[in-house]
């Protein structure tokens, strides 16, 4: 083998170890996500989005996807998604929400999410 070939397969090898070092990265982050949510999955909730009151299921909790998750010390945020409950059929229906750590809060007893103003510090 020739020094391309042998610097090749040294790449090919410190690929795989990234990726695999990647989805456990990924794994343990959603493992965190899970148990720091204080919703559980299959848990309806109540929220306000957009000055809305809303009902929705949990259909998911994973962590929130951080550009700084390979850094040493990043915290883990969640975000936990469901389907929205239709007020007339009271079954889950198309639309969407999604509740995350930093991104909503509980006030009064219902889940608000924050609107992206709030979110950016812009008033």
């Known amino acids: 083998m020739d020094k391309e070939q042998l610097l090749m397969v040294e790449l090919e090898e410190a690929r795989r170890k990234f990726n ?19 919703l559980k999955i299959g848990e309806i909730v109540p929220l306000t989005k957009d000055g809305k009151d809303l009902e929705g299921i949990v259909e998911s909790i994973r962590a929130k996807p ?8 990043a915290p ?3 975000i936990a998604s469901g389907k929205r409950i239709n007020k ?10 999604d509740i995350s750590s930093d991104g909503s809060t509980m006030e009064r007893g219902r889940w608000r999410v924050k609107t992206l103003n709030e979110i950016l510090g812009i008033e």
Do not use: M, N, Q, Y
Not at 22 to 30: L, Y
Not at 66 to 73: F, K, L
Not at 88 to 97: A, I, N, R
């Open 20 to 38: 695999t070092a990647s989805a456990d990265i990924g794994r343990i982050r959603d493992e965190i996500a899970v148990l720091k949510c204080p």
């Open 66 to 73: 951080d550009w700084a998750e390979a850094h040493e010390g």
């Open 76 to 78: 883990v945020e969640w």
């Open 88 to 97: 007339t059929t009271g079954e889950p229906g198309e639309w969407g929400f």
